[in-house]
């Protein structure tokens, strides 16, 4: 009589249950540890929300900049509109023109004069102290 029991890992044949498919195991280890999956998955997400390419913080820094472009886009219509006035002075207005030939051309009408002075270089003043022996 043979009192050996054979041992399926090793090649034997045994009469009890029959082995899970590799699927089935994968199925039983899913369920028992859905809970953990879960929480790993919200944990992701949170996490992707918050510092990912479109989260939260990208989002804030996102409305800052267009704050900042929106003041520079205000700022150079207000700049346009000055603009757009100056060539209209140029246009109609013969004292505007008049006043940049004299002013930057250094033209005059008969009969004026002008005089022409250079600036001093803007520099450091010397010390009245010092002048004096």
Do not use: C, Y
């Amino acid at each position: 009589m043979d009192h050996s029991v054979k041992n399926p890992a090793h090649g034997g044949s045994s009469s009890e249950t029959p082995r899970e498919s590799f699927g089935e195991q994968l199925g039983v280890f899913f369920r028992r540890n859905a809970l953990w999956f879960m929480i790993i998955a919200l944990a992701w997400l949170l996490v992707q929300d918050v510092f990912g390419t479109h989260g939260v913080l990208a989002m804030r820094r996102s409305q800052v900049e267009l704050k900042k472009i929106q003041g520079e886009i205000n700022q150079l219509d207000e700049d346009n509109k000055g603009l757009q006035g100056d060539v209209r002075d140029l246009k109609s207005d013969p004292a505007t023109i008049e006043g940049i030939a004299r002013r930057e051309l250094g033209l005059a009408r008969r009969g004026d004069s002008v005089f022409k002075t250079e600036q001093k270089p803007a520099g450091p003043e010397p010390d009245p102290a010092k002048k004096q022996p």
